[in-house]
């Protein structure tokens, strides 16, 4: 059985950065496309970013592309995304994810292509 764990989430001043990380554990991280999602209170869950098992390719929504970027260190069975210039409406509580699938090679866009999801990691941006 897989299991993230995401880390990293805080509150920080609009202009600020954060790095999230997501730990990747119970099967092989290489056979895993793995991506970031966030859900904001009375919204639906909405993709962020993705890559693909080896990190040769990553895939961005609209509206965190350029200050975004999505990465992965398999060896240390580990994902990551750094956020830089955050807005307070990046405010919303991030989720890791992972499937095996080609939708999710494809860097799928919607939550019901990815099997594993972590707990997710609160992240606030104040004005």
């Known amino acids: 059985q897989v299991q993230l764990v995401e880390s990293g989430g805080g509150l920080v001043q609009a202009g600020g950065s954060l790095r999230l990380s997501c730990v990747f554990s119970?099967?092989?991280?290489?056979?895993?496309?793995m991506g970031w999602f966030r859900q904001a209170p009375g919204k639906e869950r909405e993709f962020v970013a993705g890559?693909?098992?080896?990190?040769?390719?990553?895939y961005y929504a609209d509206s965190p592309k350029g200050r975004f970027t999505i990465s992965r260190n398999n060896d240390k069975n580990s994902g990551y995304l750094q956020m830089n210039s955050l807005k307070p409406e990046d405010t919303a509580i991030y989720y890791c994810?992972?499937?095996?699938?080609?939708?999710?090679?494809?860097?799928?866009?919607?939550?019901?292509?990815?099997?594993?999801w972590g707990q997710g990691t609160q992240v606030t941006v104040s004005s």
């Open positions: 994810e992972a499937d095996t699938g080609w939708k999710a090679y494809l860097g799928s866009d919607s939550p019901r292509d990815y099997e594993y």
């Open positions: 890559i693909t098992r080896t990190g040769g390719r990553t």
């Open positions: 119970g099967r092989t991280i290489t056979t895993y496309n």
